[in-house]
């Protein structure tokens, strides 16, 4: 036998494994062009609030830095972040936590501030609690505040009032 055959064959077997290689490759790369995108969910961190249209002389905080867990366990809830709320300066607030299951596409959580809506002088003067229900969207980080409330400022009647907001995360 030549010595030139058995490089033939090794030819051979490499073009064979080249095609295969190629086969494999545009195989894995259709199957990735064509997956539907995965949701798109918050990423863990601390987060600066920016609600700009509030009565309000704190900036917050959100550390949302853990996953929501089942209660009594380790056990991490799938697309639900834990949100700890962190008052600057701590004067006339409170930290509040909740979970924030991400649903359609947006976050929600809802507190209760003791403190929520701030009557005459903004420092000292009286408050009226309020029951806030957060509401964002998972990408672009926006969204809105609903606060609602028993009663107003100065004996007014209940209602509710709507701050948009944004999230940065730091």
Known sequence: MPISQPMQLGSKVEA????????????ITAAVTLAPPAAAEMNLGNYELNMP????????????????????TNTAIPHCIHILTLPRPIAKAVQSDADAPLINGQYTFA????????????????????????????????????????????????????????????
């Open 16 to 27: 064979a494994g080249l095609k295969s290689l190629a086969m494999t490759t545009a195989l």
């Open 111 to 170: 507190i209760d501030d003791p403190f929520g809506l701030r009557c005459g002088d903004i420092y000292y003067g009286p408050t009226v609690p309020t029951h806030d229900v957060y509401t964002w969207d998972a990408t672009t980080l926006a969204g809105s505040m609903v606060s609602t409330f028993d009663a107003g400022c100065d004996g007014a009647p209940g209602g509710s009032l709507t701050y948009p907001f944004t999230l940065t995360r730091m």
């Open 53 to 72: 249209d509030r009565r309000d002389f704190h900036t917050w905080v959100w550390s949302a830095v853990t996953p929501c867990k089942v209660p009594n």
